[in-house]
């Protein structure tokens, strides 16, 4: 177990530095140059005024050497400084990152939890009532785009019903502390989860479903039927333990996937993320805050991805260090 997990590990510390090299390359050959917008943004187009800023972050070296200053940061934890806030990368991310982890940890267990719980029900009661009207609302949620969910949610839930706050992640002058802070951040939370989560449902209950009928049909499932084991208990114990496999792989998968949607989701509902504040650095060309963002995320991934290879072998022994 410990080989398996030093190698999974050594693999994703080489793909955290290959993402942060390709990163800054694609960021460096986008159109555009950031001093020429800042400047722009201060009144003033004067070539000289342009030359200082480019001068001042650096931008005037060649991009071998921008991109080793940025390597060598990278490792000492300086992510480098924003064009456009005057602050470090560092804090910036620092400062949204937990609103953006609570949104997607939330959506991803709300997700992960719902989908599963729905796919057993149905392949559970296959043919039956159930199984269509499960179904039926999987396919309607898998084929909806998230900002119309999240638009209808907004409009249904927040404007006509005044059931749940329709923007920001807390009520803002409230000065709330202790768990009433807790509990008013809980309430701004649900739309914006759900808003999320309710695509990756629908694609866990399919997946769940499926592989529940497949490993239903084996022989040692059979067996366990004719000797006469609950349907429930060949279930819990035989089926969804074979059957979990590829839920942990499509998982893994999810959590860079999140994030992306993410950005949409912190638009609409004004949920201060980093999903924002990635949209505004791409906007303003603030290249340093964007590869701060895209490094953290990858990081994130990497780690679920990890985390996900370390189930794997809990789940089944047989997965070697080699594989």
């Known amino acids: 177990m410990l080989e398996f997990a030093v190698q999974r590990l050594s693999k994703a510390i080489l793909v955290v530095i290959g993402v942060v090299i390709l990163n800054f390359l694609l960021i460096h050959m986008a159109p555009g140059d950031p001093a020429s917008v800042l400047a722009g943004e201060a009144g003033s187009g004067d070539a000289k005024f342009i030359e200082q800023l480019r001068a001042q972050f650096g931008l005037d070296q060649p991009l071998y050497w921008q991109l080793w200053t940025y390597l060598k940061g990278v490792l000492t934890?300086?992510?480098?400084?924003?064009?456009?806030?005057?602050?470090?990368?560092?804090?910036?991310?620092?400062?949204?990152?937990?609103?953006?982890?609570?949104?997607?940890?939330?959506?991803?267990?709300?997700?992960?939890?719902?989908?599963?719980?729905?796919?057993?029900?149905?392949?559970?009661?296959?043919?039956?009532?159930?199984?269509?009207?499960?179904?039926?609302?999987?396919?309607?949620?898998?084929?909806?785009?998230?900002?119309?969910?999240?638009?209808?949610?907004?409009?249904?839930?927040?404007?006509?019903?005044?059931?749940?706050?329709?923007?920001?992640?807390?009520?803002?002058?409230?000065?709330?502390?202790?768990?009433?802070?807790?509990?008013?951040?809980?309430?701004?939370?649900?739309?914006?989860t759900v808003t999320l989560g309710l695509f990756f449902t629908a694609i866990y209950t399919r997946l769940t479903r499926a592989s529940m009928l497949e490993v239903m049909g084996l022989d040692f499932v059979k067996t366990a039927r004719a000797k006469g084991v609950p349907k429930a208990r060949i279930i819990r114990r035989h089926v969804l333990r074979n059957a979990i496999l590829p839920i942990f792989t499509f998982a893994s998968m999810q959590a860079g996937q999140l994030v992306g949607g993410a950005v949409l989701t912190e638009t609409v509902f004004s949920w201060p993320g980093i999903g924002r504040l990635m949209f505004d650095a791409l906007m303003q060309r603030d290249y340093p805050v964007l590869l701060g963002v895209f490094l953290v995320t990858a990081i994130v991934v990497v780690i679920v991805n990890l985390v996900t290879d370390l189930l794997y072998r809990v789940v089944d022994p047989r997965i070697e260090a080699a594989g």
Do not use: K
Not at 90 to 97: G, P, V, Y
């Open 77 to 192: 934890g300086d992510l480098g400084y924003s064009y456009r806030n005057q602050v470090p990368v560092t804090t910036l991310i620092l400062e949204r990152l937990p609103a953006t982890l609570l949104l997607t940890g939330c959506a991803f267990i709300f997700s992960l939890v719902l989908g599963i719980v729905l796919g057993v029900l149905a392949a559970y009661r296959r043919g039956s009532i159930t199984d269509s009207a499960v179904m039926t609302g999987a396919l309607v949620f898998y084929a909806t785009p998230l900002f119309w969910v999240a638009l209808m949610a907004v409009l249904v839930f927040s404007i006509h019903l005044d059931w749940l706050p329709p923007f920001d992640m807390e009520t803002i002058g409230a000065d709330m502390t202790g768990w009433e802070r807790v509990l008013d951040i809980a309430h701004h939370l649900i739309l914006p």
